[in-house]
């Protein structure tokens, strides 16, 4: 049999950024790091970001592996069947990347550094991984072998898990005793055991029927659309999303769509219909500003930067708050959650370290955070705490994320088949007609 070949992997800044262990799941393969990289780490370690706390864990793991040892020198990675890892301090290569592309970025001196590599070790194979997709594409340019950082990601998202079965040519007299009886034995509706929690929609050419699987009986559960602070969900999916969201046994729930599904203002109404239930409504979401630039280069104070990005979480309360007269009680209740911070909307960042104990979480654009983002956010769960989180995975808005690669797809992925876990993906958008013509054609 023959041995598999060693490769070296040499790590860009935005692998560590995303993962700051990334530097130990290589296998048995070696690992380098360019001191350039080190350099864009060093920036990265102030801040409150997840950025900023993955370069300081990185800092830590470094400082750990490599007590009493020479960087510059080829040292064993912790673990058996691990590889080693060293600093690459020289960039001198017959083939100049600051000269071909003509600029002398921190990009072409790590592009410098695996060129080096493949001259020092002609007998290994140099791949330089990065989750920048210019970079990679650079570096192929320069027949230096790339790729994207894949530990944690979703194969296929095509067939990512939706919550939802439609099953056609129902029996009516199925159909029928469960609405009779209120459940069924799964075993007259499907021949596997489901997932726990999923959805179905019964239907034949006649009846149809929304049902949800209880795991705890082994039964389908007959299911009634219900409404929920004045909003009434459109579609099978929406009350699918609404019973998940007010069933007290799941504690942990998505909802995954295309603009325009409900997502948000599902979850929110939905919140808010069991508030006596919680001690707080937090409804969050991550910054991305435009352009990659920081909040910072936005005129006015804190409150005045952070305003364009909540305002459309305000526009869903908004919404919510319209379905009634200004002299309803319900319509008063909210303005008065408000004002005594029962209902909080506010940026994601502002929750870090928080413990979060009696409370229902909302964390909106959840596809713009890590996988290790979204870990956290769910570890600093408490007593009688209810997170959910919405977004959309085909609509990434951060430089080194995608479909696959984002914590709501990983989450979804990884997470369903949990007796406190419940997804539902919306599909239709019920935002307008107009909406749904943009969805669909352009």
């Not at 979060?356 to 979204?374: K, Y």
């Not at 705490?385 to 080194?400: E, L, R, S």
Request: proline share 4%.
């Amino acid at each position: 049999m023959a041995r598999k070949l060693k490769k070296i992997f040499v790590l860009d800044t935005s692998v560590i950024i995303y993962e700051h262990n990334s530097i130990m799941n290589f296998d048995e393969h070696d690992v380098a790091i360019p001191i350039t990289v080190l350099e864009e780490i060093d920036q990265f370690k102030k801040g409150n970001d997840t950025k900023n706390f993955e370069a300081r864990e990185f800092i830590r793991l470094l400082d750990s592996l490599s007590r009493d040892k020479m960087l510059q020198q080829w040292n064993n990675l912790n673990g058996r069947q691990k590889g080693r890892f060293k600093v690459i301090m020289s960039i001198e290569s017959r083939v100049d990347a600051t000269e071909v592309f003509g600029d002398s970025k921190p990009d072409h001196k790590i592009l410098n550094a695996a060129l080096k590599l493949i001259e020092d070790y002609p007998d290994k194979k140099v791949v330089l991984v990065s989750k920048d997709i210019n970079l990679r594409l650079k570096a192929r340019a320069l027949d230096i072998a790339a790729e994207d950082y894949t530990t944690g990601r979703v194969e296929n998202v095509s067939s990512l898990y939706t919550g939802t079965h439609i099953i056609d040519d129902v029996p009516s007299e199925t159909i029928n005793d469960l609405y009779e009886k209120g459940y069924l034995p799964y075993a007259r509706i499907v021949q596997n055991k489901p997932v726990k929690n999923a959805y179905f929609i019964l239907k034949n050419e006649r009846k149809s029927a929304l049902a949800y699987y209880n795991a705890q009986d082994k039964v389908i559960v007959h299911l009634e659309k219900r409404k929920v602070y004045g909003i009434k969900p459109r579609n099978a999916e929406q009350a699918f999303a609404i019973h998940a969201i007010l069933n007290p046994d799941v504690k942990l729930v998505s909802l995954q769509g295309v603009a325009g599904t409900g997502k948000t203002l599902l979850a929110l109404a939905a919140a808010l219909e069991q508030k006596r239930d919680f001690k707080q409504i937090y409804l969050a979401r991550p910054i991305v500003p435009l352009s990659n630039k920081d909040i910072g280069y936005l005129p006015g104070d804190i409150k005045s930067k952070l305003n364009p990005y909540m305002e459309p979480l305000w526009d869903n309360l908004k919404f919510i708050q319209n379905q009634y007269n200004e002299t309803d009680k319900e319509f008063l209740k909210i303005s008065e959650m408000v004002n005594l911070e029962k209902l909080v909307i506010t940026p994601l960042a502002y929750i870090r370290g928080r413990s979060l104990s009696n409370i229902c979480f909302i964390v909106d654009e959840a596809q713009n955070l890590t996988p290790h983002e979204v870990k956290t956010i769910i570890s600093r769960a408490g007593e009688n705490t209810k997170v959910i989180f919405t977004g959309d995975i085909h609509q990434i808005d951060t430089p080194y994320l995608d479909a696959q690669s984002n914590g709501l797809s990983l989450m979804i992925d990884k997470v369903k088949g949990h007796a406190l876990y419940a997804h539902v993906t919306l599909e239709k958008g019920e935002r307008s007609e107009l909406a749904n013509l943009a969805n669909e054609l352009l």
